[in-house]
């Protein structure tokens, strides 16, 4: 069984920074793609950064120059640093991760439960 569990979320005045975390845990051959994705009230969850095995980065333009994604594969873990946050980045803000399971063939693609990021004006 493999779970995904992030941290960091809270409530911050617009300007500030926050840094989110994920970890994956349980038997885990091994992590291809780690990413994250929002979903603001009332709207559709959208992504927001990805990372590969190898490290490489993708962002949304929403985001691009003020988040930082990175992961560290000794510790199964993926980070947001999320600098200049403005109150558009209100939203609950998930983990995503390919994995591979121990004693499995197969990539399985896992959520997260949410983190609140919460950004006053």
């Known amino acids: 069984q493999v779970q995904l569990v992030e941290s960091g979320g809270g409530l911050v005045q617009a300007g500030g920074s926050l840094r989110l975390s994920c970890t994956a845990s349980g038997s885990i051959f091994s992590i291809s793609a780690m990413g994250w994705y929002r979903q603001a009230p009332g709207k559709q969850r959208e992504w927001v950064a990805g990372v590969g095995s190898s490290s490489s980065t993708n962002y949304a333009d929403s985001v691009k120059g003020r988040f930082t994604i990175s992961r560290d594969n000794a510790k199964n873990t993926v980070y947001l640093q999320m600098n200049s946050l403005k109150p558009e980045d209100t939203a609950v803000y998930y983990c995503?991760?390919?994995?591979?399971?121990?004693?499995?063939?197969?990539?399985?693609?896992?959520w997260g439960p949410g983190t609140q990021v919460t950004v006053s004006s």
């Open positions: 995503n991760a390919d994995v591979r399971p121990t004693l499995s063939v197969r990539v399985y693609n896992y």
